[in-house]
């Protein structure tokens, strides 16, 4: 059974650094086609795609975010760790890690790809 | 970048009814990369369906995606007392941003 929670700080300052992290079980990290993706959801608002980091350490970043964000893997510890710089109220949102798994149809020859399962999600609010 | 459009934005139904959200690409998405969430309220998404048609494992088959190119369709045949939610879909492309989601469709009683 695949399981992922999120941890960090529930209260951060503008201007700040935001560090959270993601500790999962029931995969590995280095299985090809494995990944973890960092998805955020403002209260009311949609869903919207961070980063993700793939088995082999290559890492993807939304363009609008890009500079701001950092997304490392720690195979040894099950962990997943995002940075974003610079924290402004409009980043309030509860910040979500899933599982991303990428996958080969040999009968279709297609690839397909999906976020499952997700965390529990952390509330994080950006205020003085 | 491609921008997802969800319509309705509320769709108020009766258990037992059938619904039928709709999923549109500002360009065409390869079906295998369209994937459909469930959320419900404190909880977070839960994939329903990926490459446009196959259901998650656990997935009632009340749940059924279809649809290619630019247009892609989520059905839930009899609505069930659990199934009023919010429903977003999400694509995968090669140019960034890589992962779209859509504004969500909410499914609500009537």
């Known amino acids: 059974q695949i399981t992922l929670k999120e941890s960090g700080p529930t209260l951060v300052k503008p201007t700040q650094t935001l560090t959270l992290t993601c500790t999962f079980s029931?995969?590995?990290?280095?299985?090809?086609?494995?990944?973890v993706g960092w998805i955020r959801q403002p209260p009311g608002k949609a869903l919207e795609w961070l980063a993700l980091?793939?088995?082999?350490?290559?890492?993807r970043y939304s363009p609008s975010l890009k500079s701001r964000l950092t997304i490392t893997k720690d195979t040894s510890k099950n962990q997943v760790v995002l940075t974003m710089t610079n924290m402004d109220p409009v980043d309030t949102a509860t910040y979500y890690c899933?599982?991303?798994?990428?996958?080969?149809?040999?009968?279709?020859?297609?690839?397909?790809?999906?976020?499952?399962?997700w965390g529990q999600g952390t509330l994080v609010t950006v205020s003085s | 970048e491609i921008v997802l459009t969800q319509s309705p934005g509320t769709l108020s139904l009766s258990p037992g009814e059938r619904a039928t959200l709709s999923c549109r690409a500002s360009?065409?998405?390869?079906?295998?990369?369209l994937a459909w969430y469930q959320q419900k309220p404190g909880q977070a998404p839960r994939l329903l369906i990926y490459g446009a048609s196959s259901r998650a494992t656990g997935i009632p088959d009340r749940f059924s995606g279809s649809g290619s190119g630019t247009d892609f369709t989520l059905t839930i045949s009899r609505l069930e007392p659990e199934d009023f939610a919010v429903y977003y879909c999400q694509q995968y492309g090669s140019s960034p941003p890589l992962f779209t989601f859509g504004p969500g469709t909410k499914v609500d009683i009537k």
């Open positions: 029931g995969f590995s990290l280095s299985t090809s086609g494995v990944g």
């Open positions: 980091i793939y088995w082999n350490d290559d890492k």
């Open positions: 899933a599982h991303f798994q990428r996958y080969y149809d040999f009968w279709s020859g297609y690839y397909y790809n999906w976020f499952d399962p």
């Open positions: 360009q065409s998405v390869s079906s295998s990369y």
